[in-house]
């Protein structure tokens, strides 16, 4: 395009720096919230004091922060768990069924220990706490390893595998804590019975202690792919398969390693949600909701480019993002889902955006 | 058991539709992981414009065009800005499943129109669907079209040297793919299941895709493939029918899906490829750059 002396146009980029990619990414943010004021508009709310009252909810209300802090551990987990298949170009779109499988197995581990029906325990709530933790990250990691199993030795496309897992499992969850299902709440209310309070997860000024485990997972991640001889052959794997191959990369034992881990993750933010939230401690009747929450961790892994560092910041806003539009749906009266299409929203305009991580406009003098 | 027959055909037209418009898109090269979120969309849209005009052919005409758009935007990111078309998929999808839930919330609940007929006694679009099968088939093996869109999804940098517009085949397979999924989403929520409600298609848009992997990228399997999981689905829903007793409704519901991997796990195998051969698109899924 010409304009007098100047030209603009597109060139294709050779590198992109990290705060190159930053600023794409904050860009494409900025965009989707303002692509959303249509939204608000529609609806007959203004939406700057719509995105006033987000923000003021999501970061500055003492009972709206914790929320965003709770919500954030969640997509802190789910984002780890999509970024770790990524890096080795796999897509994990089974965070949802992975956490399902790992509520599963922590209110298995209760279950066993007969706490359903007795409510006492001659066994240290610390024991238990840690059995289920461990077992909601091995019920991840398993769900994970069919996935990765199936993709690393057969090639079977690993987002079909994935997506048939969240159903099988959805109605697993279905099946365990409604109709007479054995984790049924002894009330029958159609969700599992509740934990007892001895063994709520401890809390940290409020905080459960899931929130270490997020930032040290993500801290661990980032290690592991800057750092570590696993982590060179997980992004060789994600970089060119055959060329992985070539260079006697077990590529099996890849994906089957990366859908472990991440499978396990997403299972730790099954245990969280439904764990370790206060005020939840069971299997909510609306489980399926925290499962389609989990799909924003990967607009967060999109965004941050696989970098578990970076995806913390956008964990946290996405987190606040998605608690305050809940709130603002209740205030100014608006119809079901406004965080849902948010999320939506979000996705597409990363997707758009993702022509900026290879083009750039360049705007000159004309030469002639 | 004549009422499950044709229940189980309604069922099997819908991933018919949607998995044919995937066929198409992949033989000319890109995958749209997406369908899903266009089925939602053409669900949705479709039931919402029905509802108020009190017209199904508005409901369906709208339907189809909702899915041509998001088709054609999948098209654009793929195509023309050259995105990951996993990513421009994964993206459509939860734009189709976030919006619709909020656009639709409102419309929950039944239509409330009188039912399509039916000729006889089966879904009129169990006769639509055969048509559009055989076309599809002729279009793609028999006409100089259908040349240049399988020659386009081999090995676009050939066939452009050949005199072939890649980027003009592929905007119209993944427009028409749209339009198909579209259609099928309408077929839902306007024939099958008239009523709406959060979330509703839970997978259906996935195992069409599957389908597709299924089908060897042949419209005739492919027909084969949703008559078997159609009935399957319905089996799901009405276990009764064959096995009373056994197993909760909730570990029924699972079984489609647990079959999907199963049968994908069957086509994937050594034995099985070496004896059909491999007819997946050459280039499928990567995005062509002239050069």
């Known amino acids: ?368 | 058991m004549w009422e499950f027959i044709a229940r189980s055909l309604e069922a099997s037209m819908i991933f018919t539709f949607a998995a044919l418009g995937e066929l198409i898109d992949q033989r000319s090269g890109i995958l749209n992981v997406g369908i899903e979120g266009v089925m939602l969309f053409g669900a949705t849209f479709g039931f919402i414009i029905a509802k108020s005009t009190e017209n199904y052919w508005f409901g369906f005409l709208v339907g189809m065009t909702i899915g041509a758009l998001l088709g054609l935007l999948h098209g654009f990111f793929s195509v023309t800005l050259g995105v990951d078309q996993v990513v421009s998929g994964m993206g459509i999808w939860i734009l189709g499943f976030g919006l619709t839930t909020y656009i639709g919330n409102p419309y929950t609940g039944p239509l409330g129109l009188e039912r399509i007929p039916t000729i006889l006694g089966l879904s009129p679009f169990f006769y639509v669907g055969i048509v559009l099968v055989i076309i599809t088939w002729f279009v793609l093996f028999k006409t100089s079209l259908g040349l240049k869109i399988r020659s386009v999804g081999e090995d676009p940098s050939v066939a452009e040297v050949s005199g072939i517009n890649v980027t003009r085949t592929r905007y119209l397979c993944v427009t028409v793919g749209g339009m198909l999924a579209g259609l099928s989403g309408a077929i839902y929520s306007l024939f099958y299941n008239p009523v709406w409600n959060y979330n509703f298609l839970m997978g259906w848009g996935f195992i069409a895709l599957a389908l597709v992997f299924f089908s060897m990228w042949n419209p005739f399997i492919l027909l084969g493939g949703s008559l078997l999981f159609g009935t399957l689905w319905q089996l799901s829903l009405n276990p009764q029918l064959v096995l009373p007793g056994i197993m909760s409704r909730y570990i029924w519901r699972a079984t489609p899906f647990a079959i999907t991997i199963g049968v994908l796990l069957i086509i994937s195998t050594k034995w099985f490829r070496l004896r059909w051969g491999a007819a997946k698109p050459e280039a499928l899924g990567t995005p062509y750059v002239k050069e």
């Not at chain 1, 995105?51 to 709206?64: K, V």
């Not at chain 1, 990765?148 to 690993?158: A, M, R, S």
Request: aromatic content about 16%; overall charge positive.
């Open chain 1, 1 to 368: 395009m010409k304009l007098g002396n100047y030209e603009l146009k597109l060139e294709r980029r050779a590198t992109l720096a990290g705060w190159q990619a930053a600023i794409i990414s904050i860009f494409a943010i900025i965009f989707a919230l303002a692509l959303f004021s249509i939204i608000f508009v529609q609806a007959k709310v203004n939406p700057l004091l719509a995105y006033r009252e987000i923000f003021s909810y999501a970061f500055a209300n003492r009972y709206g922060l914790l929320l965003t802090i709770n919500r954030f551990i969640f997509l802190s987990l789910c984002t780890s768990a999509f970024i770790i298949p990524f890096k080795a170009g796999l897509w994990n779109i089974g965070m949802a069924g992975q956490l399902y499988a790992g509520a599963l197995g922590a209110f298995a581990i209760l279950f066993a220990f007969g706490v359903k029906d007795f409510h006492s325990l001659n066994i240290s709530p610390q024991l238990l706490i840690f059995l289920m933790l461990f077992a909601a990250a091995v019920a991840g990691a398993v769900l994970g390893a069919i996935a990765g199993f199936l993709n690393g030795k057969f090639n079977i496309n690993e987002i079909v595998v994935t997506m048939m897992l969240n159903f099988i499992v959805f109605w697993l969850v279905a099946h365990m804590i409604k109709e007479g299902g054995p984790f049924m709440n002894p009330g029958g209310r159609g969700e599992s019975f509740e934990l007892p309070s001895s063994l709520y997860a401890p809390l940290i000024m409020g905080i459960p202690f899931t929130i270490f485990l997020a930032l040290g997972i993500a801290a661990l991640l980032y290690f592991l792919f800057a750092k570590a001889r696993i982590g060179y052959q997980i992004k060789a794997l994600g970089k060119s398969p055959a060329a992985a191959r070539y260079a006697g990369i077990d590529t099996f034992k890849i994906s089957l390693l990366v859908f472990v881990l991440g499978g396990a993750v997403a299972g730790l933010a099954g245990y969280h949600y439904f764990a370790a939230v206060p005020g939840v401690y069971k299997i909510a009747r609306n489980y399926g909701y925290f499962g389609d929450l989990s799909f924003y961790g990967i607009i967060c892994g999109l965004i941050s480019l696989g970098n578990p560092i970076a995806a913390i910041p956008v964990a946290l806003l996405f987190g606040g993002l998605s608690i305050g539009g809940r709130l603002v749906q209740g205030k100014f009266h608006m119809s079901f889902g406004v965080d849902y299409a948010l999320l939506g929203v979000l996705m597409i305009t990363l997707v758009a955006f993702q022509f900026f991580y290879r083009y750039k406009i360049v705007w000159r003098r004309r030469k002639d």
